[in-house]
């Protein structure tokens, strides 16, 4: 795989040469020049994390994520339906002991069987948390990563074995006994959930949580704690810990990422790499450099090396590299192999010629020995620019992808999770005649809310309509 595509330009750069691992370094990345058609007056979210800073400030820059209730922070004329869907944010607020702690899954009163969209799930939380950090609400996200800091001390065990330590909840409920006046924690790690899945985004999505707290906040006070601070290290010790692997990736079971049930993304998914990356870029400005916290910022250090340049060369996918694999020998044995997993060209799914265009690229879902899964997750791809895993040329790549395959992607309808959608018998095969994962639908090929707001923040970079001549001139 040495030969060809984007892997001879800076994608193998050094991390180390970077000043720093602060997020704030996305911000002086080359942008994009591509533009989208707006519904709305808005503002763009770019920049990654950091992009807090310069939306929310406490000398009272406007957001447009301002409400009538914070208007008097910061008062700005917003559009209709930012209202509403504050109104509808407020309406899903949780609280213990009377401070918020997080929001539901989803607020659907028509609905008799909520099973457990009642509760706070971590991911879910992420993006309402973000809003409230722009718009000057920090309370509830600090109370949030404290509570959820608390029940990561808990036990956990599903039936008679012991999750890991260091394992976040996927969600937890806070559930009200009106005669004693209490309020109760109750947190599922995966011994409740359905087909009892362990998430494994959890703890990930903690770090990059308490990372845009800090950052929002100014508030370096709650990340330097004893608690916070190991917090972090189990996170870390569960993910960095030395097994019998080969690569740097993160091993991951099929239903354990955030598309949560059978989709085929057992190994090393895009999605969860993506977050990996980015969650280890999120703790090393936050780990103290004692004893404990220098250990794990060497192993972080180490690890994003070995893990950017795996990702960067054998995760990508552009035109010339697509030719590069349909021409691959097969069983090469020794370091100089160049199809170094053994995949079998005739592997390559006939979808994949039309709808890779000459100029664009993405990261492909899965790579794990003879077997790539080619498909389009959106969520992984975002993140990556996000994160700067990926270099900008692959940035850009993958907006030309989108912008060259809108209609397969977006169409009529928000940015797809997945695609292409399974279909017929290869469904009932990889999903389990999953009815929820029928084709087009759910994760399936559909859009999922919680999986579609990181998609937003690189589209926001504004997709160009026009055609590549018309740019060039």
């Known amino acids: 795989m040495e030969g060809g595509g984007l892997r001879k330009v800076s994608s193998h750069a050094s991390i180390a040469e970077a000043d720093d691992f602060d997020l704030s370094r996305l911000l002086d990345r080359p942008r994009l020049n591509i533009e989208r058609k707006r519904s709305f007056d ?33 008062s700005f004329e917003t559009h209709p339906m930012i209202v509403d869907a504050w109104d509808a944010l407020r ?38 948390a973000l809003a409230f950090l722009m718009n000057g609400e920090p309370d509830i996200v600090k109370n949030f990563l404290l509570k959820t800091l608390l029940l990561q001390g808990w036990e956990k065990r599903v039936d008679r074995f ?42 990930f999505w903690w770090i990059i ?6 950052k929002s906040t100014g508030d370096l006070s709650l990340a330097e704690t004893d608690e916070c601070q190991k917090g972090m290290r189990l996170i870390l010790a569960l993910c960095l810990s030395e097994g019998f692997d080969t690569f ?34 999120c703790a090393l400005p936050m780990l103290k450099h004692d004893a404990e916290g220098k250990e794990f910022v060497e192993r972080i250090v180490k690890r994003l090396h070995a893990l950017s340049f795996h990702m960067r060369s054998y995760f990508w996918l552009d035109f010339q590299q697509l030719n590069d694999i349909y021409r691959y020998k097969t069983e090469e044995y020794s370091h ?76 009529e309808m928000p940015l797809k999770i997945t695609y ?45 309509h026009r055609s590549p001549d018309e740019r060039s001139s």
């Open 420 to 464: 292409p959608a399974f279909d017929n018998h290869e469904w009932r095969i990889v999903t389990g005649c999953d009815p929820k994962n029928t084709r087009w639908s759910y994760h399936n090929g559909g859009s999922w809310p919680v999986l579609l707001w990181l998609p937003l923040q690189p589209a926001s970079r504004q997709v160009d």
């Open 209 to 214: 949580l308490l990372r845009a707290y800090t």
């Open 248 to 281: 740097p990736t993160l091993l991951c079971a099929d239903g354990c990422s955030m598309i949560d049930r059978r989709m085929g993304v057992y190994g090393y998914p895009i999605e969860i790499q993506a977050l990996f990356f980015m969650a280890l870029r």
């Open 91 to 128: 309406r899903s607020m949780v609280h213990f002991k009377g401070q918020p702690v997080g929001t539901i899954a989803a607020y659907d009163h028509a609905s008799e069987e909520v099973l457990n969209y009642d509760q706070v799930f971590v991911r879910d939380f992420v993006p309402s």
């Open 162 to 203: 012991k999750l890991g330590e260091g394992a976040m909840p996927a969600s937890f409920k806070v559930l009200h006994d009106p005669v004693r006046k209490t309020d109760t924690l109750m947190a599922d790690f995966g011994e409740s959930a359905i087909g009892r899945v362990a998430p494994v985004d959890s703890g």
């Open 336 to 411: 100089t192999a160049v199809n170094k997993f053994n995949v079998i060209p005739d592997s390559i799914p006939d979808w994949v010629f039309d709808f890779m265009p000459t100029r664009g690229g993405y990261f492909i879902g899965n790579v794990s020995p003879a077997r790539m899964d080619f498909r389009w997750f959106a969520l992984g791809n975002c993140v990556a620019i996000l994160s700067s895993l990926a270099t900008p040329e692959q940035s850009m790549a993958i907006m030309d992808l989108i912008e060259a395959r809108w209609e397969e992607l977006v169409a």
């Open 42 to 74: 808005e503002r763009s979210l770019t920049g990654g994390l950091d992009g807090l800073e310069s939306i929310y400030s406490p000398s009272g820059h406007r957001s447009v994520f301002d409400t009538p209730a914070s208007s008097a922070r910061n």
